[in-house]
């Protein structure tokens, strides 16, 4: 038996887990220095680290300016991932939520809302008043989900100071037109991470691992995309099948086979913070998950169960424990943030202390 499985046997809450022998050893192998880890425990969820400074639901809220609605409807969410955020339909109902928030201590907030049916949110009536919230409050951290854009609309965002832009990025057409109901192409996609990653915010993508129906498709051409168009960081989700409708269900993805593309992920950027966001299966299926996670070398997990802390401890990694959205890790990292954007046509690096 490898050290890391018989670690794993020596924790109470990992004990009876059942980990792939081989995987385990091949991530051993392949775990050079043991590189430290982040645990995230942001505002929008509960989270099991309660001792964790910052930690509720007031440092890190989520905001969606059409509350639960969502034209795209797709069959993993059905618009269900807004619905426990707070609404703000209108750009005056942002301006009045952030200064609540802020009042209460937020650090930042995770900005998204419901697609058309072209996977467009419309955020235009609300660039001036994301430029006032950055005038005023220029330590407040934005982070928003962009889902595809244009050029034009990715320089708007740019311009109203957003802090770091978010989008799922798919690999598969069939997941596309099938999962997504949605008229545009795996290029779209692409074009899209082309066109943020050239502006001056820092572009944070998503792969949501098991998005065709629980099945792994297209994911491993999401990763390609990600290495010709380098991102800060990548957020890795497993879907839950618990949204989808009765007549599309979801089987939940495969651990083991999680663990495997984590590996390959790991391998394909390996200086890119690779994250594990707070979306994943419950039960044994998010304990074995976060496990491979935390054996494979990513850099941050989002709400670990309870033994990651002890099974982190055991395998030598050093640990960090921040009550942000893990979206927002590269600040934490001291990461030389982006050249000025092409469009500015200088080139300026621009070091970041951490603040925390
Ligand atoms: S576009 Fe986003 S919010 Fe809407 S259903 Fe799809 S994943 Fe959910």
């Known amino acids: 038996m490898s050290d890391w499985l018989y670690a794993t046997r020596q924790i109470e809450a990992l004990e009876d887990l059942v980990l792939d022998p081989a995987l385990v050893a091949a991530l051993e192998r ?3 220095a043991p590189a430290p880890v982040r645990f995230h425990v942001p505002g929008f969820k509960s989270c099991s680290l309660d001792s964790a400074p910052g930690c509720g639901k007031e440092s890190w809220p989520a905001i ?9 409807q797709c069959d993993h969410c059905k618009g269900k991932i807004l619905v426990p955020m707070i609404p703000a ?15 209460l201590g937020a ?8 697609s058309n049916h072209r996977n467009e949110v419309e955020y235009d009536p609300y660039y001036p008043t994301l430029r006032r919230i950055k005038s005023t409050f220029p330590h407040f951290r934005i982070a928003l989900h962009t889902a595809l854009v244009e050029q034009d609309a990715a320089w708007r965002m740019e311009d109203a100071g957003i802090d770091t832009a978010m989008l799922d990025v798919i690999g598969a057409q069939d997941t596309i037109t099938q ?3 949605l008229k545009r192409s795996v290029a779209d996609f692409e074009r899209t991470l082309e066109t943020l990653t050239a502006t001056r915010m820092q572009v944070v993508p998503h792969i949501v691992i098991g998005l065709h129906y629980g099945k792994m498709l297209g994911e491993w051409n999401a990763l390609a995309m990600l290495q010709r168009h380098t991102p800060c960081a990548v957020v890795l989700v497993v879907a839950m099948p618990f949204y989808a409708p009765p007549q599309r269900l979801f089987t939940t993805p495969d651990s083991h086979a999680v663990g495997h593309f984590f590996r390959a992920a790991r391998h394909a950027l390996p200086d890119i913070p690779l994250l594990l966001g707070c979306a994943r299966p419950p039960g044994r299926a998010k304990l074995e998950i976060e496990s491979y996670a935390i054996m494979a070398g990513l850099n941050g997990l989002a709400h670990p169960s309870e033994g990651m802390v002890e099974l982190a401890s055991r395998l030598g990694r050093p640990m960090h424990v921040l009550p942000t959205c893990c979206s927002i890790a590269s600040e934490f990292e001291l990461l030389e943030p982006k050249p000025i954007s092409n469009r500015h046509d200088k080139l300026a690096e621009i070091k970041i202390t951490a603040t925390i």
């Not at 059409?66 to 034209?71: V, Y």
């Not at 339909?89 to 301006?95: C, G, N, Q, V």
């Open 179 to 181: 999962v997504y109901h």
């Open 30 to 32: 392949q775990q050079h």
């Open 64 to 72: 969606s300016i059409t509350g639960g609605d969502c034209k795209l």
């Open 89 to 103: 339909r209108t750009a005056e109902d942002l301006w009045r939520v952030v200064n609540e928030k802020i009042a």
């Open 107 to 114: 650090a930042g907030m995770l900005l998204t809302g419901g």
